[in-house]
């Protein structure tokens, strides 16, 4: 309120987007898009670009967890086209990752496995590890709706190590789940309760 009283719209915006973080914290997604969508739209008329793409990916988010991934992936392919005209590879390289997450659910296995090893890519050219694994696990489980199960078991384990390296317990426990879902529709059920 006070920020819209001094008439600064960009600050006004920020704080928008900082209550819709912490709605998108507590799980009220509804509260937490129309905070964004108030804060896109401040972005939008001032023309920064680089909040607006940052923006977009929250709204993104707010949207795959409510299931909505088809409007995810829209926000998510705005937010891209914008960090490529400004040159910022790691918004795109995670956008990548969200893309092929969301290419996932819709359900479209092709392009979820070519947005997850384009952002698995991007991020090893980047030297930043943390989010491979959920990368390379995306990778492993289109693998695995495709019918490559060697690949995908390959992916899965590599997701698997890398959690493990990163102390990182909830993706590692889906992943081992995923895994040891696998190896029960392939009738390995000693390998299945190894993994789970």
């Known amino acids: 309120d006070l920020r819209e009283q001094l008439g600064d719209e960009v600050k006004t915006a920020n704080t928008l987007n900082n209550i819709g973080i912490i709605h998108d914290e507590k799980g009220d997604y509804h509260d937490a898009f129309d905070y964004y969508y108030r ?10 670009k ?8 929250n709204m993104g988010i707010v949207l795959k967890a409510q299931s909505d991934y088809r409007q995810a992936g829209n926000y998510y392919r705005r ?6 005209e400004l040159g910022n590879q790691f ?8 893309l092929g997450c969301v290419y996932f659910y ?3 296995y092709d392009s979820s496995l070519y947005y997850s090893l384009l952002a698995t890519t991007e991020f090893e050219r980047q030297n930043i590890a943390q989010f491979l694994p959920t990368t390379i696990c995306n990778a492993g489980m289109a693998y695995d709706k495709l019918g490559k199960s060697k690949e995908a078991e390959q992916y899965l384990l590599r997701s698997i190590e ?11 426990a889906f992943s081992l789940i995923y895994l040891g879902d696998i190896y029960t529709s392939q009738g390995l059920y000693e390998k299945a309760l190894k993994a789970v």
């Open 50 to 57: 680089e909040k607006l793409a940052m923006v977009s990916v």
């Open 91 to 98: 918004g795109i390289a995670a956008c990548y990752a969200n």
């Open 79 to 84: 937010a891209i086209n914008i960090y490529k």
């Open 39 to 48: 804060a896109y739209h401040i972005y939008e008329k001032a023309g920064n």
């Open 106 to 108: 819709l359900p479209k």
């Open 162 to 172: 890398l959690n493990e390296k990163y102390d990182s317990k909830k993706p590692l």
